[in-house]
């Protein structure tokens, strides 16, 4: 399977792969990132250099009605494929899931259901060699019978005990029935191992008992859950009985490689300081009353994160490790970085003395509503290695080069390389970016009063130089660079004049940028027609810009508009389709892209966008409109322009991960959506309680407009697809973070 331990640390995969139930209703992480419909998947997966694939080979999707009728057609070319790419399976078949319709995780019946599926499975592919039966069963049995999130909703310790029991027994028979086709036959046992923190000493029993409880899946097969250990009354007490945990300790099934598996979420912090919280937070047991809340969001002292999590499991097991889910549903940035600790803490652990076999690159294709623990389904999408919302073929992300990286540093250790690797290749523009701290590390990951004395990384490391330092998207960058932990300058015109060849090769070798993110330029588009600024701006500045970058291999963004089309298109516009610009403004921005891509090939990101709106000035049309709306005035909004409105902070979000994935040419973002700019008015009116009523509309002559402005120029995108949120979520978070800047102002609105 994994090999042994000096045969070096190994790099493994997996696409997220749960299948839930809430209710009456399944969510589908396969489905939804579409892992179940692209074989080619596996050859992505493989290009990275893995030796391993956590392979989802699910009894609910791959025989719901028996073995007899299973799907075997995509069964035998998933695991054809993965032989010929020289990819190793590990067989998973349950993830956090309850079986088929008509079973559950309290069903007697359950056990032997999913050794039938597992026996037929062995039977057909005798070759695999590594076996995860029941994904993560502790972890499981919280959510399905201890907290009510799924099927079966239960919500005390006999339904958790119950649930855990009944996965546990069939993980062993599940073992049983592959061991009888093939011997050599291995259990890689994942779960996740969070640990709890108590606030005080009062509370350290709770913490105790559920620091305990944690190990109690694994401590389950190896047999150790005995008299004396320290959960066999409450096991007793919690309706297990004492005859069907001797069984299992009589005749144990202990794993060959012990996965851990490690979220921020998954340290927690107890806390009875009861007025710190809101009381819909208050829980406790049958004797306290306390918070359950995330430890990095209160604790002064930093996490224990991966290594924490190795070494204790390899003082308590003795048993072979891996790290078998690394994911971060973050920025792009955050990402790199958690990835980076995982695969720093495994090698440090290995160099300790510590067993470690692999670390796996986990929702490779990313996830679908984990924010809501898979309770609601919203679409909410966090990308992996790759991204699914684009068209066609997904879109690969800095994950994948930086998984590469690690393959490459295995290599270097003494592993051997994988059959067909690509060539060498850099992560992406992910580099300066990794060896920073996450927000896990730094104050802004505090939300509640801190408990103990705050401990907090301080960013450093090259910059992103950001030039227009008056303008909003600027100031925007700016802002979100510091939330993301990335180091910025932001520049006015004194600091770097774009268009002056000197200033900015003075700039450049002052700072040393990693990359530049440029957003001056003329923005004025009426004055543009007999304004000659306008052409200084918006094209010989830009490419003098990206001529001195590129030579230095630095990527840049660049800025342009949907006014480089005419609107006779009658539909959105995507990246390929032709400019036609009707005014001057429009004219220089069709300029500046051509001469953009033509010489800066590789290195320059040309971003497409129109109508900005956002909570952090007051010249934006929504901002401006909901103000005059309070104030009982009427607002007058053209009627015969067509646009696609983009809320500022999704921008920025959108184009630092793109700059870090390494993106270069053409995009369009802009959140999805085409409207009218009356439309617009009527939208956050309606979301912000006003009278939509007040809002006129004009054509755009009538508003004093001289330019000429395309009548349809909405923008959709053929290369990230949907990476841009809805255009009525984008106000909605508008609005949410208006009144939240307001409250921490007092009460004062943004002044329009």
């Not at 028979?173 to 709890?196: H, I």
């Not at 973050?330 to 076999?357: H, N, P, S, Y």
């Not at 609601?376 to 066609?392: F, L, N």
């Not at 909004?637 to 700059?659: E, I, K």
Request: contains cysteine; aromatic residues 8%; proline residues 6%.
């Amino acid at each position: 399977m994994s090999g042994p331990a000096d045969a070096g640390l190994q790099l493994w995969a997996g696409p997220e792969c749960t299948v839930n139930r809430v209710g009456g209703r399944w969510f589908d992480q396969l489905a939804a990132s579409g892992f179940d419909r692209r074989l080619d998947d596996l050859d992505r997966l493989a290009s990275l250099g893995i030796a391993q694939l956590r392979m989802p080979l699910l009894w609910e999707r791959c025989a719901p009605d028996g073995p007899q009728q299973a799907d075997w057609a995509w069964v035998d070319s998933r695991l054809q494929r993965l032989r010929a790419l020289g990819v190793r399976p590990i067989a998973g078949l349950v993830h956090h899931g309850s079986g088929p319709a008509g079973t559950d995780l309290l069903d007697p019946g359950f056990a032997d259901g999913l050794a039938a599926w597992a026996g037929a499975l062995a039977r057909r592919h005798p070759d695999i060699e590594a076996w995860t039966p029941v994904n993560e069963p502790l972890t499981t049995a919280r959510f399905s019978g201890l907290y009510g999130l799924w099927w079966p909703h239960g919500r005390d310790d006999a339904s958790f005990v119950r649930c855990l029991l009944t996965q546990v027994r069939a993980t062993v028979a599940a073992m049983r029935a592959v061991r009888a086709v093939n011997p050599r036959a291995q259990l890689v046992q994942t779960d996740d191992l969070g640990w709890t923190t108590a606030g005080s000493p009062a509370l350290q029993a709770q913490a105790d008992f559920e620091n305990e409880r944690r190990w109690l899946g694994w401590d389950l097969l190896c047999g150790r859950v005995r008299p004396g250990h320290a959960l066999w009354d409450w096991l007793l007490r919690s309706g297990a009985g004492a005859d069907e945990l001797l069984a299992l300790a009589d005749a144990p099934c202990p794993p060959d490689v012990v996965g851990i598996n490690s979220y921020v979420t998954s340290e927690r912090f107890l806390d009875d300081r009861l007025g710190l919280y809101p009381e819909a937070m208050h829980g406790g047991n049958h004797r306290q009353r306390y918070v359950d809340v995330e430890t990095v969001r209160v604790q002064g002292a930093p996490l224990g994160g991966f290594g924490a999590r190795l070494r204790e499991a390899w003082e308590r097991l003795r048993l072979p490790l891996a790290v078998t889910e690394v994911h971060l549903g973050c920025t792009r940035d955050e990402q790199l970085r958690w990835l980076r600790q995982g695969w720093d803490a495994a090698v440090q652990a290995r160099a300790a003395g510590v067993d470690v076999r692999a670390v796996t690159l986990w929702a490779a294709f990313g996830t679908f509503d984990w924010d809501s623990l898979l309770t609601r389904q919203r679409g909410h999408y966090e990308p992996g290695a790759w991204d699914v919302r684009t068209p066609g073929a997904p879109r690969e992300t800095a994950l994948a080069g930086l998984a590469r990286q690690f393959a490459r540093e295995a290599r270097a250790a003494g592993a051997p390389a994988p059959a067909d690797e690509p060539a060498d290749q850099p992560a992406a523009g992910a580099a300066p970016v990794l060896h920073g701290p996450g927000w896990w590390q730094r104050d802004i990951r505090i939300e509640w009063p801190v408990h103990g004395a705050l401990q907090a990384a301080t960013v450093a490391g090259p910059p992103l130089l950001i030039t227009g330092a008056t303008g909003t998207l600027g100031r925007a960058f700016a802002r979100l660079c510091t939330l993301r932990g990335l180091p910025h300058r932001l520049l006015t015109r004194q600091d770097m004049d774009i268009a002056d060849a000197a200033s900015v090769e003075a700039a450049l070798e002052r700072w040393q940028p990693w990359g530049v993110v440029n957003t001056a330029g003329y923005v004025k588009v009426d004055e543009a027609e007999g304004d000659a600024r306008c052409w200084r701006e918006n094209v010989e500045g830009p490419v003098v810009l990206a001529d001195a970058c590129a030579r230095r291999g630095i990527r840049t963004v660049h800025f342009s508009s949907d006014l480089v089309f005419d609107g006779r298109k009658g539909s959105a516009y995507v990246e390929r389709d032709a400019t036609a610009p009707l005014n001057a403004y429009g004219r220089s921005k069709a300029a500046s892209e051509a001469l953009l891509l033509e010489r800066a090939p590789g290195h320059a990101l040309v971003v497409r966008t129109a109508a900005f709106f956002g909570p952090w000035d007051a010249w934006n049309f929504v901002t401006q409109a909901l103000a005059a709306l309070r104030r009982g005035e009427p607002w007058r909004a053209a009627d015969d322009q067509w646009v696609s409105p983009t809320y500022v902070p999704d921008l920025v979000h959108g184009c630092l991960d793109l700059l870090l994935d390494g993106e270069a040419g053409l995009v369009h973002l802009a959140n999805r959506g085409a409207v009218r700019w009356v439309d617009l008015a009527h939208l956050a009116a309606e979301a912000a309680g006003l009278d939509r009523r007040l809002v006129q509309g004009a054509s755009g002559p009538d508003l004093g407009q001289l330019a000429p402005r395309p009548r349809h120029a909405a923008l959709a995108s053929e290369r990230v697809g949907t990476l841009m949120p809805t255009l009525d979520d984008a106000v909605a978070r508008y609005l949410r973070a208006v009144a939240q800047a307001e409250a921490a102002a007092g009460g004062d609105r943004l002044a329009a």
